[in-house]
Each structure stands twice: as structure tokens, then as C-alpha cells.
């Protein structure tokens, strides 16, 4: 039998200790200091930086990126979640080459997806042509630069990432159930909320979390599409990192958004676990 | 109507992607209206010197950074896969931690890092984040691989006389291979992919493909941008479809 493993086992642990644990806990460590005169920081302890969170201004940052992000992903999963399940009862030839097809975006550049995203939302883009051609306006509306442009950016980056773990449920479910639950007597809202939804909920929860935690930071979808500064907790954390250079306070901002993760990943943790291993 | 539902959302996954590949044969540079055929901003790309060192730098830095995330998640997997020591659960955690943490989080935090370190930001910096992004995918991809196949094939190596290094060199790895392909495919194109944790890690020396595109693209509208992203576009269906033959095939 083996009684002591080799090396290597060791080299993960040692590895994301050194570049996930270490980076976090400075992260923490810096956010408490103060930051000197020469831009630089100051080894003292001050809970200043997160007293300046609190500054309406900062919070509102924080609201509007937490309610875009949130937006987001009630989009993607309103899409999403259809689409998946459709996806799911597509007949099983076409299945793999339809999966492929939602897999390549998810592959792909997002900086050119987004850029894509622009030139169609662009005032002499295709979307305001067909609008003009329709007749439905008399000349191009403003769609770049606006909240909802980024609102779509975001989704049309992240849906794939909110498509493909629903994929995986509905593939997993077992239709049997479905069944069974008519045949008891379940209407077909009974049988989607109290079936369908608890058995797909892992999904639900892995789709929801690749979609928002990202959504939170993706600095350039509002730099490429939104134009407004400080929509994103991501704009705000680059300005603070790389152009004011307050390093405590941006880090500040950062643990917010680390116990947020924490948070997120304790919520995932009880739908896996309560759902059994799904 | 499920088709019609289908067809609605392919649509917006795809059609702004088609436009652009057509916007990058179009001479015209407003992008207004259609003018006829051209190939003048592929050939703009060609002759961007600064644009071929950066896409040289992106394609060496995702090369690199595959083969080493794809390298030490293997051994990870397996190490996770075959034996119980202490570190097991944290490593656990953490690759939960490193896959869902924000592209921003990781950026700022690898920065504190490097800077507390004196490591001068640029290629080993970039290197190290890259690598350490793509591990987690690595081995959940290569784990979920070992945890599909025949725990006896293992120990009929042994019985049959293979020492451990044997088992793992002989039967484990090779079972293993579409997975780490796989893995090696996802983190090179993950690698190409990253904007944010870039722009946090790398220094005025050396720049990479998406940040040399981010910057195209802040400076204005540029035709030559809607050719290089078509080009990326195509990479990205021949890595999809090569991965996608990778996993499918043999015995899973």
C-alpha cells in the first residue's frame, strides 16, 4: 500500500498557496496601511480606506456595478435558461454541432466580441439602419454609450458562460421525473417549479456565478461600449491601481469584492450540497 | 417555435461577429455603406510591425503558459486523483477560489505580489498570472477524466507489476491524454483571451495582442481592428472544433 505520496502532490497546493492564497492575504494587509507622501506605502495600521468606502460617491460605484452586474445575469439566465433546455431536447445528430456553435464564442476573443458588440450598435451601424429602414425612427438614436449598451455587452460576453453549465444539467435530468410528476397530478407550472427548476438548480448556480463575479470587473466592456467612468467596480479598482496609484484604498475596494466571491462561493456551496451531487 | 427561440439566440451570439467580418472586407472606413471588396486592412496588419511583435508575444506567452498550467495541473489532478496528504483540501479550495475569482481580483492581487516581490513587471510576470489562471481548468478538466475511468485498470498495471511511476507513465497518463489536450487548448486560448489580468501584470516592454487591441480600439475606430478580430475569430473555431475532436473520440 502507499503510505507516503510523492513529491509532486505537494507541488499544487504549494503552487496556488504562492499565487491565490499569498496575492488575496497582501491584498487584505495592504488595504489596512495608509499610503505616504512619495505614492508609496506606509507600513501603518488605519482602517481609513474603508472608511472612505462609505463615501456616498464610492457606494454608488459599488450599487451601480452590483445592479448591472445583477441585471446581467438575470438576463442571461432569462435567455439562457430556454435556450439551454431547448439545446438539451435537440435530437441527438444535430446536438454536438449546435453545442460547438455556443461554445466558439465562449472561445473567442472577448475584447472582439465586445468590439463586434460596437459596430453594430454604432449610430450608422446595421441596428440603427434597419430601425431607419423600418420606419420606426427618423433618424439614428444615441445606443452607444448608454447604460444599456454596456447592460447588452455584458450579456452578449457572458451568456455562453451561463448556457453551457445549464447545458449540463438538463442533461443530467432524469425526464422520468418529469413525468412522474405529471402523472401525479402536477399541472405544468407545478411541474417546472417544483421539478424542473430544483433538480437544474447547480446550473442555475454555476451559470449565475460564472456571469456575475465577471461582470463585476470587465473594465473594457464599459470603456468600449459605455463611455461613462466609474460604472464598473472594475473601472474603478484600474483608476485607483494604475492612474491614481492609491494602492491602499483600491485595495480596499478589492477586499469588498473578495468577500463578495467568499460570499457567492458559500451560497454555491449550499445549493451543490443541497441538492445532493448534481 | 423552439427552433424559431434557437435560431433568435444563435443569432445574437453570431450576428455581430458576422458583421465584423464583413465591416473587414469593406473598403470604405467609415463602415457606412458598402463599397465592394477589399483586403487592404488584412494587408494593414501585415505590415504593422508593432502588431506582429505583439501577437508574437501573446502566441509565446499562451504557449508557455499552456504547457506549464497544463504541466503542473496534470501532476495536480493526479495527486488529487491517487493520494491523501496534507494540503489536499486547501489545494481544493483554492483551485475554487482561482477559477471563480474576477479576472480584476486576480490582476490587482498578482500586482501587490510582484511589486511587494521587486519582480520588474513584464514577460515572467505576465508568464506567472497566465499560468496560474489556466491551472485551475487544467485540472478539473484532467480530473473529471481520471474520475470517469476504471479505477482497475491501475491496479492491474500493478499486479501485473508496475511500480507506481510505471502505472502513472504507462497507463494513467496515456488514458488521460485527450483531457490534457484539451486542457492544453482551453488555457492557450484562455491565455489569448485575457485582457484584464494583463493590463495589471505586464510592463511598458512588452505587449501583448489584446492589450495592443484594447489600445486600437480606445484610440478610435480603426478598420484594421475588424480584420484582426476577424482573424481571431477564425483561431478560435479552429481551436474549438480541434478541442471538441480531441474529447469526443476514444473511450471517455
Known sequence: MRTQPPAFAYFLPLWLTLFTLLPLLMVAAVSLMRRDESGLIAPVFTLANY???????????????????????????????????????????????????????????????????????????????????????????????????VAIGLVYVLLPFMVLPLYSSFEKLDHRLIEAARDLGAGRFATFWRVIVPLTAPGIAAGSLLVFLPALGMFYVTDVLGGARGLLVGNFLKDQFLDARDWPFGAAASVLVIALLFVCLALYGRVRGGVGHG | ????????????????????????????????????????????????????????????????????????????????????FRGRALAQGLLLVGMMSPDIVVGVSLLVLFIALRVELGFWTLLLAHTGFCLPFVVVTV???????????????????????????????????????????????????DVVVSFFVTGPEFEVLPLRIYSMVRLGVKPEVNALASLLFALSLLLVSLSQWLLHRGPR
Open chain 2, 1 to 84: 417555435m423552439a427552433r424559431v427561440y434557437l435560431a433568435l439566440v444563435y443569432g445574437f451570439l453570431y450576428l455581430p461577429m458576422a458583421v465584423l467580418v464583413a465591416y473587414s472586407f469593406n473598403p470604405s472606413k467609415y463602415a457606412t455603406r458598402w463599397e465592394g471588396w477589399t483586403l487592404d486592412w488584412y494587408r494593414n496588419l501585415a505590415l504593422d510591425e508593432g502588431l506582429k511583435q505583439a501577437a508574437l508575444h501573446s502566441l509565446a506567452i499562451a504557449g508557455l503558459a499552456a504547457s506549464l498550467g497544463t504541466v503542473v495541473g496534470t501532476l495536480g489532478a493526479v495527486g488529487l486523483y491517487r493520494y491523501r
Open chain 1, 51 to 149: 472608511a472612505r468606502l462609505l463615501d456616498p460617491l464610492y457606494l454608488r460605484v459599488f450599487g451601480h456595478s452590483l445592479a448591472l452586474a445583477a441585471l446581467a445575469t438575470v438576463l442571461c439566465l432569462l435567455v439562457g435558461y430556454p435556450f439551454a433546455y431547448l439545446l438539451s431536447r435537440v435530437r441527438a445528430g444535430w446536438r454536438p454541432a449546435l453545442l460547438t456553435l455556443v461554445i466558439v464564442p465562449f472561445w473567442t476573443n472577448s475584447l472582439a466580441r465586445v468590439y463586434a458588440m460596437r459596430g453594430l450598435l454604432a449610430a450608422k451601424g446595421p441596428v440603427n439602419a434597419l430601425l431607419l429602414a423600418l420606419g420606426w425612427i427618423d433618424e439614428p438614436v444615441r445606443l452607444l454609450y448608454t447604460g444599456p449598451a
Open chain 2, 143 to 193: 480530473l473529471s477524466r481520471l474520475q470517469g475511468f476504471d479505477r482497475g485498470l491501475i491496479e492491474a498495471a500493478q499486479d501485473l507489476g508496475a511500480g507506481e511511476a510505471a502505472a502513472l507513465a504507462r497507463v494513467v497518463v496515456p488514458l488521460c491524454l485527450p483531457a490534457i489536450a484539451a486542457g492544453w487548448l482551453l488555457s492557450f486560448t484562455l491565455s489569448l483571451d
